[in-house]
Structures are given as C-alpha cells and as structure tokens.
T-cell receptor
Framework: SQQGEEDPQALSIQEGENATMNCSYK?????LQWYRQNSGRGLVHLIL?????REKHSGRLRVTLDTSKKSSSLLITASRAADTASYFC????????????FGKGTHLIIQP | ETGVTQSPTHLIKTRGQQVTLRCSSQ?????VSWYQQALGQGPQFIFQ???????GRGNFPPRFSGLQFPNYSSELNVNALELDDSALYLC?????????????FGSGTRLTVV
C-alpha cells in the first residue's frame, strides 16, 4: 500500500521558475527521502532528511519536514528543462527493514 | 563504483510461467531490496535482504521469492505469473549499519506477461 500522497499529481512551469512539490505520509518515520525518475526508468536519490531535522539543502534543492503534520515539501529553484521527471517521496520506518514506502509521485514538466 | 545493474532490461513471459530477474548491487552495499512499479504508480516494496537473509517483506504473495548471494548480488523469482505481474521491477541497494543513506537504484526490468 502507498504510505503517502504527493501533491500536485502534475505540475507544469516555465524554465527558470521554482517548483514546489508536497508529500504527506501516515505513520511515524525514521527518515524521508526524495527520488527522481526519468521516463519510467530507475530512480535517482536526491536528498534524505531525518525525522529530527526540519530543513535540508542540496544545490538547487530544498526539503522541509514537519513531523507534527506528517508532511514534507521539495523545492527546486531556478528550474531547468532537464528537471522534467517524476518526483517521489519515500519514507523509512523504524530500522528500515521494510524498505522504502513511496507515494504516487508528482510529474513535473519544465517548459523551455 | 559500478552502480546497480539489472538484467534483462525487457522480458515477455506467458501467464503461468516462472521468471528470474537478476541484480548486481553497488560495490560495498550489503542490503538489497526489490520493488514493483505498475504504470503511473509509485514503486511497491516486495522484500529486502541483508547479508543473505530476508529481513523485510511487503504485501506480496509467496510466489514472489528472492535470494541474495555472498557477493551481494540478488535474484527475484516469480512463479505462476499472472497478467497483473506486468510491471517495471526495480532493484535497489545500500550500505546498512552506518547512518542513514539513500538507496541506489538500477534501471529496472520491464516484465510483460501475456
């Protein structure tokens, strides 16, 4: 079963604009991760935020985590055409033996 | 680093047949997990192996089974294939035991059951 939901399901913006995607989840977590997937191929790990962290940055990416609301957001600044992809949040519970629990993803299209 | 490699990339099988998918983990990674991704959906966790032992399993029937070998490569076996098993199967590896790290994914095997 899916742990959470990404919002929006699809997002289309102009190159250079910022893109924000949200993720909600249902149970307590150890950490939350964001992945990118191009054209139905393998996923690429973008960033991991631990349950005791509130914000994390990596290059043009900014992730926030609100454990009281069970939600996270991913901000991509100064978007590029190459950022066009599907973005998934995934949670890890407890010791991680249950692998990653993914949402359904946000499909991001960057218009040149 | 060689990354995670999966084989084959595409496969067509007939309903009722059996299939074995293979995964070579990233060098140094001791944990491998498998996921099923239907079209338009997020990946669903099948199971995870740590040092050759299954240590986690998702909501998949017993006809989905796996192995992890001493060199940390692994296999996913599916028996009695059903049409709904058609999906992208993803393998992911990581190094467990040293803090929190993300997984490295392979490019997947696209399985079509007819």
């Amino acid at each position: 079963s899916q742990q959470g939901e990404e919002d929006p399901q699809a997002l289309s913006i102009q190159e250079g604009e910022n893109a924000t995607m949200n993720c909600s989840y249902k149970t307590s977590i150890n950490n939350l991760q964001w992945y990118r997937q191009n054209s139905g191929r393998g996923l690429v790990h973008l960033i991991l935020i631990r349950s005791n962290e509130r914000e994390k940055h990596s290059g043009r990416l900014r992730v926030t985590l609100d454990t009281s609301k069970k939600s996270s957001s991913l901000l991509i600044t100064a978007s590029r055409a190459a950022d066009t992809a599907s973005y998934f949040c995934a949670t890890v519970q407890g010791g991680g033996a249950d692998g990653l629990t993914f949402g359904k993803g946000t499909h991001l299209i960057i218009q040149p | 680093e060689t990354g995670v490699t999966q084989s084959p990339t595409h496969l067509i099988k007939t309903r009722g047949q059996q299939v074995t998918l293979r995964c070579s983990s990233q060098s140094g990674h001791n944990t491998v997990s498998w996921y099923q991704q239907a079209l338009g959906q997020g990946p669903q966790f099948i199971f995870q192996y740590y040092r050759e032992e299954e240590n986690g399993r998702g909501n998949f029937p017993p006809r989905f089974s796996g192995l992890q070998f001493p060199n940390y490569s692994s296999e996913l076996n599916v028996n009695a294939l059903e049409l709904d098993d058609s999906a992208l199967y993803l393998c992911a590896s990581k190094l467990s035991g040293r803090g929190n790290y993300g997984y490295t994914f392979g490019s997947g095997t696209r399985l079509t059951v007819v």
